[in-house]
T-cell receptor
Framework: SQQGEEDPQALSIQEGENATMNCSYKTSINNLQWYRQNSGRGLVHLILIRSNEREKHSGRLRVTLDTSKKSSSLLITASRAADTASYFCATGAGGGNKLTFGTGTQLKVEL | EAGVAQSPRYKIIEKRQSVAFWCNPISGHATLYWYQQILGQGPKLLIQFQNNGVVDDSQLPKDRFSAERLKGVDSTLKIQPAKLEDSAVYLC???????????FGPGTRLLVL
């Protein structure tokens, strides 16, 4: 079963705009990770945020985590056409930190 | 640093045939994962190894799927016999430890006819 549910399922923006994707989950987690997947390719790790962290930055990426609401958001600032991809959140839980992926948000950045 | 290697990249087989996928993780990574990604969905964990021991195989269809990680390095995933619904991308990932970042290989795209 998919624990993480991304919202929206699809997002289309203009280059230079910001893109925000949300992820909700159901159970306690060790950490939450965001991945990017270009069409037909493998997943690229973007950022990991631990359950005791509230916000993390990496370049143009900003991730927040609210464990009380069991939700996370990924903000991509000043988007570029190259950011066009599917974005997945994955929650790590249990002793083995089993990752459960959501269904993904398809982002399209238009010139 | 070399990434996770997988082969083959593509495979087309008839239903009821057998198929095997190979994965070579990043050097030094103790944890290895196999995921199945059906078109339009997120990856689903099939099996997780810690060195050469199985940590989690709760979502592995054990009547037809098997995986091994001999010597705690390379791993193979086998499907025997394949069904139409096994058509998917099979992703291998590795990490230094279970709670660390997972790095994914390019995947093997399987089509079962």
């Amino acid at each position: 079963s998919q624990q993480g549910e991304e919202d929206p399922q699809a997002l289309s923006i203009q280059e230079g705009e910001n893109a925000t994707m949300n992820c909700s989950y159901k159970t306690s987690i060790n950490n939450l990770q965001w991945y990017r997947q270009n069409s037909g390719r493998g997943l690229v790790h973007l950022i990991l945020i631990r359950s005791n962290e509230r916000e993390k930055h990496s370049g143009r990426l900003r991730v927040t985590l609210d464990t009380s609401k069991k939700s996370s958001s990924l903000l991509i600032t000043a988007s570029r056409a190259a950011d066009t991809a599917s974005y997945f959140c994955a929650t790590g839980a249990g002793g083995g930190n089993k990752l459960t992926f959501g269904t993904g948000t398809q982002l399209k950045v238009e010139l | 640093e070399a990434g996770v290697a997988q082969s083959p990249r593509y495979k087309i087989i008839e239903k009821r045939q057998s198929v095997a996928f190979w994965c070579n993780p990043i050097s030094g990574h103790a944890t290895l994962y196999w995921y199945q990604q059906i078109l339009g969905q997120g990856p689903k964990l099939l099996i997780q190894f810690q060195n050469n021991g199985v940590v989690d195989d709760s979502q592995l269809p054990k009547d037809r799927f098997s995986a091994e990680r001999l010597k705690g390095v390379d791993s193979t995933l086998k499907i025997q016999p394949a069904k139409l619904e096994d058509s998917a991308v099979y992703l291998c990932a590795s990490s230094l430890g279970a709670v660390e970042t997972q790095y994914f290989g390019p995947g093997t795209r399987l089509l079962v006819l």
